[in-house]
């Protein structure tokens, strides 16, 4: 059974900690992504990685950043975390082809900031 | 920038009637995939359908068919036959051609009445 593994399913962290989201993938998909969603907007992309060691910047990378080493693993860092990252995170993975691949989730991180 | 709007924020319907939601996008490539997630109050992020640009025919799956407007960049979803299962929230999305710049639409809380 495919699987994307997110480390924790809930974490609590004081405002300047550094926060590490993990999340890895079974399927040996080139694309991974990481997610923020809040209510009322919907899932946003904070970054994207399509390879070893490349990522892209999404529609909300300010305050994150990843980290990608190996292909099944997928790092969020939150260098700083403040409030305003208090949020669900969610990793997804994909293999390209010709955009038809649908998105693989895990299930999800729910990260409070104190 | 690709961008993916969803103007229904919540939705009601009876059991067994048919219920569309909607969506349009905006993108300037000519190739591009347009998905349809589902999300229960357990979190989880199930696929539910997928559109090509370039398929002539809409998609259909189950009970689950895409309206797929072209020329008005609309992908609607139709969920026939309704059932108190469907209660939950519903996200359009699309994807580039390599399948990376994968964004989604704010959602729509859609509630099935007995």
């Known amino acids: 059974d495919v699987k994307v593994t997110q480390s924790s399913r809930y974490l609590v962290k004081r405002t300047g900690e550094k926060v590490f989201l993990e999340c890895v993938q079974d399927m040996d998909h080139e694309n991974m992504f990481w997610y923020r969603q809040d209510p009322g907007l919907g899932l946003r992309l904070i970054y994207f990685?399509?390879?070893?060691?490349?990522?892209e910047k999404g529609d909300i990378p300010e305050g994150y950043s990843v980290s990608r080493e190996k292909k099944e693993r997928f790092s969020l860092i939150l260098e700083s975390a403040s409030t305003n990252q208090t949020s669900m995170y969610l990793c997804?993975?994909?293999?390209?082809?010709?955009?038809?691949?649908?998105?693989?989730f895990g299930s999800g991180t729910q990260l409070s900031v104190l | 920038a690709q961008k993916i709007t969803q103007t229904q924020p919540g939705m009601f319907v009876q059991e067994k009637e048919a219920v569309t939601l909607d969506c349009t996008y905006d993108t300037s490539d000519p190739s591009y995939g347009l998905f349809w997630y589902k999300q229960p109050s357990s979190g989880e992020m199930i696929f539910l359908i997928y559109q090509g640009s370039y398929d002539q025919q809409n998609a259909t799956e189950g009970r689950y068919s895409l309206n797929f407007q072209k020329a008005r960049k609309s992908a609607n979803l139709v969920i026939s036959a309704s059932q108190l299962g469907d209660s939950a929230m519903y996200f359009c999305?699309?994807?580039?051609?390599?399948?990376?710049?994968?964004?989604f639409g704010p959602g729509t809380r859609l509630s099935v009445l007995p």
């Open positions: 990685s399509y390879d070893v060691k490349m990522k």
């Open positions: 999305a699309m994807s580039d051609n390599y399948g990376q710049n994968f964004v």
């Open positions: 997804a993975s994909s293999t390209p082809s010709l955009g038809r691949e649908k998105l693989f």
